[in-house]
Nanobody, 123 residues
């Protein structure tokens, strides 16, 4: 099994930058893609970044330019840096990891979520 733990987001002022971290533990060799999502109140989670295990990054146009995702496989970690924060970035941010059964004999296919971390941006 894989477990994910996100760093605390917190209360930040508009215009500031924030770096979220996500650390994986357990059967980390089974992890393929790692992703970041955010969820606004009353809305479904939306994908803000995908980082493949080879380091390729995909991000929707809506966040390109302000959101930078990265990954450090040696630390079993993924990061999301958000620049020029806006009040509309206020959301719960989630880390996600996909595990694949084909990576190693003990791996099983799964979709793992962190608990989420609240980011509140004040104007």
């Amino acid at each position: 099994q894989v477990h994910l733990m996100e760093s605390r987001g917190g209360l930040v002022q508009a215009g500031a930058s924030l770096r979220l971290s996500c650390f994986a533990s357990g059967e980390t060799n089974c992890i393929s893609d790692m992703k970041w999502y955010r969820q606004f109140p009353g809305k479904e989670r939306e994908l803000v970044a995908t980082i493949t295990d080879s380091g390729t990054i995909y991000a929707p146009a809506s966040v390109k330019g302000r959101f930078t995702a990265s990954r450090d496989n040696a630390k079993n970690a993924a990061f999301l840096e958000i620049n020029s924060l806006k009040p509309e970035d206020t959301a719960v941010y989630y880390c996600n990891a996909e595990t694949l059964s084909g990576k190693y004999w003990y791996c099983q296919k799964s979709n793992v979520w962190g608990r989420g971390t609240q980011v509140t941006v004040t104007s």
